[in-house]
């Protein structure tokens, strides 16, 4: 297994420092600040927009509730969030929102019933809504965890509207809790204000508008997809604590984003991998316990219990990579803090199997791996503390060949390795410089740096996956 030195690896290639003496010659990015900082003034593009758009309030704290978890916490039991009108539809909806997605405050605010559940549904494309659930019509069969809205004024059974949890689809009713929709019971404490208590009913489908079907459930599954779609996801916590995934849309952007949770202060270092081997990307995170924990992807969305695959990693740089191309599954490059480097195969997809040393002297290296030339092979890119960009091409055999200068500019402070953001088959490099702009630099198939673009302003505060 050939062992390659960080440092000494630098002093041996003589091109390295004629690059370095010579910026114009790099072949890599020439980060230009100013006109970068320029090209951004007065922007409006789409993802900045996206970052401000939320009239709901994304939710700190707590990990989130299951929906199981929800409804046998809240059966027969009476839900007053806002201490007004008693115990309403729209109480357990909020306390839905607050416990499972981890949201609050979506607004019925909207025409034409101001106040009432269904602006709910009818203000969907201007209340947040759109952040964290997708309009499904009232045809389709419903899913457990999907909100159920009946329209105002269209059934005489709920003549103000109603909202309530879909438990199950129930032929011509759908099974669900609801609250404010059956006989009052003895102790309640809203006589004349409310009726029953949040109990699983089956309710007529008849005067329904649709249902709000969430985007990523805790422990899900829901909308029939992964959480994460795309190794060009971006998926970043912001200071609350809240875990976001901004989904690539595969032609240079970003869509809508989706919560995935709250209560990820703890995370260190977060990684998108499909460490499982099932073809669904999980998250493996560096906590800030020394664990590193995965979070297996859910074919349709949402990420089962984590297991701990790693402890006393607090002190360690880890990078998952596909190292070895006899290797099935990524797995875990590891950099200790003596600058010692180790690969640690992921046979079972799961543990991770005895370590193999693969280098020393990397200190003072951030390290992050992708296929950066085009071969076979994964390879290590690495800033140092000047700001260079260095490859480091890895043999498949678990060795590296020769290092080069490939850029400059890239003080640490977020350099992701991507693939996928320019639409299938291509890669990059996203890169969030100290003023928290965030860059994409595409690369040709053959490592070679394009012309960068400027993606958006504002991630100075965020916790970005896939870089240290
Ligand atoms: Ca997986
Ligand atoms: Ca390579």
Not at 290 to 306: K, Q, S, V
Request: proline letters at 6%; a neutral charge.
């Amino acid at each position: 297994m050939a062992a390659v030195s960080g440092s000494l690896a630098f002093a041996g290639v003589s091109g390295a420092y004629a690059v370095a003496e010579d910026p114009e010659s790099l072949a890599g990015p020439q980060v230009n600040e100013e006109a970068l900082q320029a090209s951004l003034d007065g922007s409006t593009n789409g993802f900045e927009s996206a970052l401000g758009d939320n009239i709901a309030t994304p939710l700190a704290g707590s990990p989130l509730s299951t929906v199981d978890a929800f409804i046998t916490q809240w059966n027969n039991k009476y839900i007053d969030v806002d201490g007004s009108y008693g115990a309403q539809c729209w109480d357990l909806w909020e306390k839905y929102c607050r416990s499972v997605i981890g949201c609050s405050g979506i607004s019925t605010q909207f025409s034409p019933n101001p106040g009432y559940a269904s602006a709910l549904w009818d203000g969907y494309a201007r209340n947040g809504a759109s952040s964290y659930f997708t309009q499904v019509s009232a045809s389709s069969t419903p899913v457990k965890g999907d909100v159920a809205i009946w329209k105002y004024g269209q059934h005489p059974y709920y003549p103000y509207s109603h909202v309530a949890i879909v438990i199950g689809d129930a032929g011509g009713n759908v099974n669900v809790l609801s609250q404010n929709s059956s006989p009052s019971v003895a102790g309640n404490p809203y006589p004349g204000m409310s009726t029953g208590p949040s109990i699983k009913q089956n309710l007529t489908k008849a005067g329904l508008a649709g249902y709000l079907r969430p985007k990523s459930l805790p422990g899900g599954p829901s909308g029939g997809r992964p959480s994460i779609r795309s190794k060009a996801d971006l998926l970043a916590v912001d200071s609350a604590g809240v875990l976001w995934n901004y989904p690539a849309t595969g032609a240079g952007g970003f869509g809508t984003k989706i919560m995935i949770g709250g209560g990820w202060i703890g995370m260190v270092s977060g990684w998108t991998v499909d460490w499982t081997g099932n073809g669904i990307l999980d998250m493996v995170i560096k906590w800030s316990d020394g664990t590193i924990r995965l979070y297996p992807g859910g074919a349709n969305g949402g990420f089962g219990t984590y297991s701990v695959i790693g402890q006393g990693w607090t002190n360690i740089e880890i990078v998952p990579a596909r190292w070895r191309s006899t290797d099935t599954r990524p797995g875990m490059i590891a950099k200790l803090a003596n600058g010692d480097l180790y690969y640690y195969p992921n046979v079972s997809g799961a543990a991770m199997s005895s370590s193999i040393k693969i280098g020393i002297g990397w200190s003072g290296l951030s390290l992050n791996s992708m296929n950066f030339n085009g071969d076979a092979n994964a390879d290590i890119i690495a800033q140092d503390s000047t700001g260079q960009l260095l490859l480091y091409p890895g043999t498949g055999t678990g060795g590296f060949s020769a290092k080069s200068v490939v850029g400059h500019g890239f003080h640490k402070t977020g350099l992701i390795a991507n693939t996928g953001f320019n639409g299938s088959g291509s890669k990059g490099l996203l890169f969030r410089t100290a003023a928290g702009l965030l860059n994409y630099y595409p690369l040709s198939a053959a490592g070679a740096f394009q012309n960068p673009v400027a993606i958006g302003p504002g991630w100075t505060s965020f916790k970005l996956f896939n870089t240290q």
